[in-house]
């Protein structure tokens, strides 16, 4: 079942913070986050392991709820590069990934 | 890493035609994948792309609709058959086996319109 992120869509000013979620009906062994800019490919930003480890992008982060059935993708001091749709995928088998819903963040100057 | 090309990039089609999207990964890789994305929305795998064998379909995606081949580790083609303006969408080529993170690599995609 698809993963549903929220929020849908985010505004934010150009150093602000934001919290994207990513929750499943099922628990989480690891997640994917990936963001695509507009006509582009997405690109990996970072793996979310059951234990908590994570490897990638060295400005995001993200973690588990209690119950592992969400993660949350932390951006801190936005900037305007981060402006994309964001989407979390969680594993179906080896290197195959269900994508969640998608978040559009926009990044203001 | 791994680079990933797409040709075509984007093309009008009539309906009931047929059109062939090339994928070539610039790395040997372990998988191949075809993704759908329709506009706006998320990405939907179509099937996994096999070596020398025939491709693994998803639920709701079947093979006299979407053959798929990969002759070799760094090649693979999607056609898209007896399209309909359903069909319109984008096509990704996606790549995976060379990080230890198990991320996918995209290309950029083929942009479908069906008139």
């Known amino acids: 079942q698809q993963p549903v992120q929220s929020p849908q869509a985010v505004i934010l000013r150009e150093g602000e913070d934001a919290v994207i979620n990513c929750s499943s009906s099922k628990a989480l062994y690891s997640v994917h986050w990936y963001r695509q800019k507009h006509g582009e490919a997405p690109v990996f930003l970072m793996i979310?392991?059951?234990?908590?480890e994570q490897k990638g992008h060295d400005k995001i982060s993200a973690s588990f709820n209690e119950k592992k059935q969400q993660s949350s993708l932390y951006l801190t001091a936005s900037q305007l590069s981060y402006s994309g749709t964001y989407f979390c995928?969680?594993?179906?088998?080896?290197?195959?990934?269900?994508f969640g819903t998608g978040t559009r963040l926009k990044v203001l100057a | 890493s791994a680079v990933i090309s797409q040709k075509p990039s984007r093309d009008i089609c009539q309906r009931g035609t047929s059109l062939t999207i090339q994928c070539q990964v610039d790395?040997?890789?372990?998988?191949m994948f075809w993704y759908r994305q329709q506009p706006g929305q998320s990405l939907t795998l179509i099937a996994t792309a096999n070596q020398g064998s025939e491709a693994t379909y998803e639920s709701g995606f079947v093979i006299d609709k979407f053959p798929i081949s990969r002759p070799n580790l760094t090649f693979s083609t999607l056609t898209v058959s007896n399209m309909s303006p359903e069909d319109s969408s984008i096509y990704l080529c996606?790549?995976?086996?060379?990080?230890?993170?198990?991320?996918?690599?995209f290309g950029e995609g083929s942009r479908l319109t069906v008139l």
């Open positions: 995928g969680t594993p179906t088998g080896t290197y195959k990934y269900i």
């Open positions: 996606s790549a995976a086996g060379g990080a230890d993170t198990g991320e996918l690599f």
């Open positions: 790395s040997q890789v372990t998988m």
């Open positions: 979310l392991l059951k234990g908590g």
